[in-house]
Nanobody, 124 residues
Framework: QVHVVESGGGSVQTGGSLRLSCAAS????????MGWFRQAPGKEREGVAA???????IYADSVRGRFTISHDHTDYSLYLQMNDLRPEDTAMYYC??????????????????WGQGTQVTVSS
């Protein structure tokens, strides 16, 4: 069972930056997908960015050009650099892992290992 733990959330003002980290362990397959998701109060969980073990990446339209996902293949760490943050980015952010598919996918149902989340709050 893959185990993931997020860190790095916090409170910033509009236009600020944050970097989220995800420590991961327990991988038994060299092929996998990892991603960042978020959930705001009263809303469904949505995919933000994902990558696979071959470094193919995908971003949600709402964050493309502002967020960057990256990965350290040596220890499975996952990162999300978030720039130009906006109030609508406020949410609990989750790291998740799942099997590798043809392309990275942002549908939460395809991921089976989840962290507890880290809160990101952006004030105007």
């Amino acid at each position: 069972q893959v185990h993931v733990v997020e860190s790095g959330g916090g409170s910033v003002q509009t236009g600020g930056s944050l970097r989220l980290s995800c420590a991961a362990s327990g991988f038994t397959d060299s092929k996998y997908t990892m991603g960042w998701f978020r959930q705001a109060p009263g809303k469904e969980r949505e995919g933000v960015a994902a990558l696979d073990s071959d470094d193919y990446k995908i971003y949600a339209d709402s964050v493309r050009g502002r967020f960057t996902i990256s990965h350290d293949h040596t220890d499975y760490s996952l990162y999300l650099q978030m720039n130009d943050l906006r109030p609508e980015d406020t949410a609990m952010y989750y790291c998740a892992a799942g099997p590798r598919r043809t392309w990275p996918d942002l549908r939460p149902v395809l991921y089976d290992s989840w962290g507890q989340g880290t809160q990101v709050t952006v004030s105007s």
